[in-house]
């Protein structure tokens, strides 16, 4: 594994907003790491919303095993600038619990 990636790992906090009652999601800190980073190779995945067409990028997040990770966190990946990437897919323990690899999107238009 070659972990040369920094990554920030966020999980969503949900509040209630406290003059319309509606949901108000904020970011914070499950921790940073080193990770390895596989680009999917480029290909046709667009779809189209409304006018709009957006371009799917997707990539394999790997880091050293661990348990305190899910679905519902995201990535911030510093190469070379801060990059937003939700899971889409994981985990998926790698070997004998060597590492845990997670299916990335990340959204452009």
Do not use: H, Q
């Not at 980073?37 to 067409?53: N, Q």
């Not at 679905?71 to 190469?79: D, E, K, T, V, Y």
Request: hydrophobic residues 40%; contains cysteine.
């Amino acid at each position: 594994m070659n972990l040369n990636t920094r990554v920030r790992i966020e999980r969503p906090l949900i509040s209630t907003d406290s003059v319309y009652g509606g949901e108000v999601v904020t970011w914070t800190l499950v921790g940073m790491a080193w990770a390895e980073i596989v680009d999917k190779l480029p290909s046709r995945d667009e779809g189209m919303l409304d006018v709009l067409t957006l371009a799917s990028i997707r990539t394999r997040v790997r880091l050293r095993y661990r348990t305190d990770l899910d679905a519902s966190m995201r990535f911030i990946i510093m190469r070379p600038e801060a990059t937003t990437w939700g899971i889409i897919g994981g985990p998926a323990t790698v070997g004998n619990k060597e590492a845990v690899e997670f299916l990335c999107e990340k959204k452009s238009s």
